[in-house]
């Protein structure tokens, strides 16, 4: 999940992401958001990793696969506020 700014799309060689894994943990609500196969675009239940912060270079990106709804994006920006201590 892109994390940054749009600010930065156009001008920087790389983008701060939050990865998104299959290997769902229960119970675990900061660290991760839980996703229903049926929101944006998943083919599986996922998990945004707001643990595991991350600069990829553009060329990773390849194809966009969907948009989270907007309840969804506030739980990940409050999540990685409280994990950054911002």
Do not use: F, W, Y
Not at 7 to 12: A, D, E, S, T, Y
Request: aromatic share 0%; net charge positive.
């Amino acid at each position: 999940m892109v994390v940054q700014s749009s600010l930065l799309n156009q001008v920087h060689p790389s983008t701060i992401v939050c990865p998104i894994t299959s290997n769902v943990r229960k119970g675990v609500s900061i660290l991760r958001v839980n996703l229903d196969k049926t929101k944006g675009g998943l083919k599986k239940e996922s998990a945004v990793m707001i643990d595991q912060v991350r600069a990829i270079d553009n060329i990773r990106l390849i194809e966009k696969i969907g948009d989270l709804p907007t309840g969804l994006q506030d739980t990940v920006k409050e999540n990685l506020k409280i994990v950054m201590d911002l």
